[in-house]
């Protein structure tokens, strides 16, 4: 791997958002310095259509019966996204890249695009996180099927969530997997990685969307297996406040629908911010709860943040 590379382009990605910085952003940064918060929320309408605006007055922060006082509620603009591929999928998969093109081409200029491919716990760049959305939907190619066999998609993406910067703007990730975990060669019900990765991508507040594909062996057919994976995936998602897609076990006709639905709910995502008297020495994860009065609109959060550790 490229590691000089990949921290040259993250480099570059991160100027661009610092050069567009806010003076109150600024003021956000210094807040979390000295124990705030911040984590993304998504809006989501009913029958997942689009949500209206969400104001600082409509959002009620709990913890237990206990509410919290909102610091600050903002649209997030600047997103970094990386689609990781597991490239232990079948090679039918890439089918679907015309669609996944189109999607990326969508994409509004402040959202930087990464495509990655994950193989032996490890993600391999196949172009860094850029604006030129063009560049992005270049980079998709073939998985490379039996010879990825020793994926695991959550070491992969603990590979992945620990190069990005610790910044307080959005960072999403859309996982296409088996959701099997062939580097341990473990195939129980539960990956040893998996508690592991959902606690990564809490601390770093990172939403990790989920699309199941068959891989390209017959290891991974079996209906326990694939459905244990499956089930991963799922607590993968909701877990870090975002969302999994599968149709059955075999590979959807079309991602289009998923990709359209992912579209939505980036679009519609905010950054909360709330003050914390700080998680003590090692800091600590807590449970909160996002409400709302308006009608039909919910909100996807992860399900637990990460308080840092106190002064």
């Known amino acids: 791997m490229n590691r000089k590379r990949f921290l040259q382009g993250m480099g570059l990605g991160l100027a661009v958002m610092v050069a567009g910085t806010t003076v109150a952003t600024q003021r956000l940064y210094a807040a979390a310095e000295s124990g705030a918060v911040t984590m993304t929320v998504t809006a989501v309408g009913k029958k997942e259509a689009a949500p209206p605006p969400v104001a600082k007055n409509d959002v009620e922060l709990y913890k237990g019966k206990e509410r919290l006082q909102v610091a600050d509620w903002r649209k997030g603009e ?66 490379i099927g ?47 990685d998996l508690d592991p990765t959902i606690e990564r991508a809490q601390k770093s507040n990172v939403n990790i ?24 995936l799922s607590e993968l998602s909701d877990e870090t406040g975002a969302e999994s897609y599968y149709l059955g076990f075999g590979q959807p006709v079309t ?44 909100f996807l959060t992860p399900s637990e943040v990460f308080v840092p550790k106190g002064e």
Not at 157 to 184: A, T, V
Not at 212 to 228: E, I, K, M, Q, T
Not at 266 to 295: C, D, H, M
């Open 255 to 298: 991602l289009k629908s998923y990709f359209d639905e992912i579209s939505t709910h980036l679009s519609n995502q905010y950054l909360l911010t709330f003050a914390t008297s700080g998680g003590g020495k090692k800091g600590r994860f807590e449970r909160v709860r996002v409400a709302t009065e308006i009608p039909k609109v919910e």
């Open 78 to 143: 600047t997103l970094l996204l990386a689609i990781v591929i597991d490239d232990s999928l079948g090679v039918d998969i890439a089918s679907q890249w015309n669609d996944l093109k189109a999607f990326i081409m969508e994409q509004p200029a402040t959202t930087h695009v990464g495509v990655f491919y994950g193989r032996n716990g490890s993600v391999m760049v196949a172009q860094d996180f850029t604006a030129d959305h063009a560049l992005a939907a270049k980079a998709l190619r073939l998985p």
């Open 146 to 192: 039996g010879q990825g066999a020793f994926s695991s998609p959550y070491l992969e993406l603990q590979d992945m969530i620990k190069r990005w910067p610790d910044n307080n703007e959005r960072k999403s990730i859309i996982l296409i997997s088996s959701g099997i975990d062939y580097f341990r060669g473990n195939f129980g019900p539960t990956s040893p």
């Open 209 to 232: 969307w989920t699309i199941y594909a068959p891989d390209s062996g017959h290891v991974g057919r079996g209906y326990l297996r694939v459905f244990n994976a499956q089930s991963n």
